[in-house]
């Protein structure tokens, strides 16, 4: 089967909610030929709060292949999701055709002095997440977005899935806490599937540093990645169907045995 007739599997972000990733969950559908029953996904806030979140994670994400009909999919791991997606990719190489990471941070990168406090204390750090997150994204929004209405517009809709399906501090710094603890990087080694890595602009991603999702290329053999032109960390649903180019574009030259790692 061609890999652009597989299956995908998006996992979100640290914020846990799949709804932030709609504009991009509907280009790859559009694109897709299977329509919108070829993309999947799900909330990581769906985890009990008890033992492992990753092996919740893993067990939910079976049970999706099994509802795409059990063959294997393009899993699709956006930021933190990225640690999520690899982990699976290693253990479980029969249910992964491919896999793409998205801003992912590196499974080695450590946290920051801003962020050991926010998973220390995070409620009481919510606030200044919440600021450090309009400052970090609003100039990539004004880079992605070329007229003032298209900004306006964009920062609206963006905003209302933000405020309609909040994140759980408490969570978020439970897991956050759980990849700190976990070796991760070691594991990467054993993904066989084509791996593909889509970063946007070094200065424009202002949340996970382009060079620590580069790292993967080191962590994963053969593995290539891709660049979207005018995007920082959130391209996916800024640009979403050319996010979605990029995508079918890697699976398309998966299935190509001259495909080369690409630059």
Same mark, same amino acid.
């Given at each position: ?13 640290? %914020? ?9 969950? #509907?280009?790859? *559908? ?25 092996? %919740?994670?893993?067990?939910?994400? /079976? #049970? ?7 063959? !294997? ?13 690899? #982990? ?6 029969? @249910? ?19 962020? %050991? ?14 600021? @450090? ?15 003032? #209405? ?20 408490? %969570?978020?710094? @439970?897991? $956050? ?7 991760? *990087? ?7 599937? !084509?791996? /593909? ?9 202002? +949340?996970?540093? +382009?060079?620590?999702?580069? /790292? ?20 996916? $649903?800024?640009? !979403? ?5 990029? +995508? /079918? ?15």
């Amino acid at each position: 089967m061609a890999m652009s007739s597989l299956p995908i599997v998006i996992i979100p972000g640290i %914020q846990g909610r799949w709804e932030w990733m709609r504009p991009a969950i #509907r280009a790859l *559908a559009r694109c897709s030929p299977l329509g919108e029953g070829g993309v999947w996904t799900f909330s990581l806030n769906d985890e009990d709060g008890t033992g492992d979140p990753f092996d %919740q994670w893993m067990t939910t994400i /079976h #049970r999706l292949i099994d509802r795409a009909g059990g063959v !294997p999919v393009v899993l699709v791991g956006v930021s933190f999701g990225g640690l999520i997606a690899a #982990r699976f990719a290693a253990r479980y190489p029969d @249910r992964v055709g491919a896999l793409v990471l998205v801003s992912s941070p590196s499974p080695q990168m450590r946290l920051g002095p801003d962020d %050991q406090g926010m998973v220390r204390h995070p409620i009481a750090k919510l606030p200044f997440f919440a600021m @450090r997150g309009v400052r970090r994204l609003a100039p990539e929004i004004f880079a992605a977005k070329p007229t003032w #209405r298209e900004r306006v517009a964009f920062t609206a809709a963006y905003g209302w899935q933000v405020l309609t399906h909040p994140v759980s501090p408490r %969570q978020m710094a @439970r897991w $956050v806490q759980a990849w700190q603890a976990t070796d991760i *990087a070691s594991e990467c080694a054993r993904i066989t599937a !084509p791996t /593909h890595l889509i970063t946007g602009e070094p200065r424009l991603d202002r +949340v996970v540093p +382009v060079q620590s999702t580069l /790292h993967y290329l080191t962590l994963i053999p053969g593995s290539t990645f891709s660049r979207l032109s005018r995007t920082g960390h959130i391209g996916l $649903v800024s640009r !979403p169907d050319d996010f979605s180019v990029l +995508v /079918h574009e890697f699976l398309d030259a998966a299935d190509d045995p001259r495909s080369r790692r690409s630059a």
